[in-house]
C-alpha cells in the first residue's frame, strides 16, 4: 500500500447526461472518482483528467470530502477549466468542470 492507499481506477469514462441546477443539460465525457480519497489526491486526480480531457469536455469529479469540494474551483484557472456546478447528492458532491 502507497502513501495514499491502494491505486483506483482513475478518469473513467462517463457519458452520462446530466440537468444542472440551472437547467443546462451536460454530458459528462469523464469521470473522476475520490470518494473516500484526502487531501491532495482527489485535487491530483483531477489535474490529471482535466490534463487529458479535450477542448469542451466535461468532467465530473465525486468528493466526499470537503476540504477537496472547497479546494477545486479555485484551481479552475490553473487547470483551463470552468466550473459549471457542484451538486451535493447526500452521499458526495459532484463538482462538474468543463475544459476550455
Not at 473513467?12 to 472518482?33: F, H, M, S, W
Not at 479555485?74 to 462538474?96: F, I, S
Request: hydrophobic residues 35%.
Amino acid at each position: 500500500m502507497g502513501l495514499f492507499g491502494s491505486k483506483k481506477t482513475e478518469a473513467a469514462t462517463g457519458g452520462g447526461k446530466v440537468t444542472l441546477p440551472d437547467g443546462r443539460e451536460i454530458t459528462v465525457g469523464r469521470q473522476v472518482d475520490a470518494i473516500g480519497d484526502s487531501c491532495p489526491r482527489p485535487q491530483l486526480m483531477t489535474r490529471k483528467a482535466m490534463k487529458e480531457a479535450g477542448a469542451g469536455e466535461v468532467v465530473e469529479v465525486l468528493v466526499d470530502n470537503p476540504t477537496s469540494v472547497e479546494a477545486l474551483p479555485p484551481m479552475c484557472a490553473e487547470l483551463d477549466c470552468e466550473h459549471l456546478a457542484t451538486v451535493n447528492t447526500g452521499r458526495a458532491w459532484h463538482v462538474y468542470l468543463r475544459k476550455r
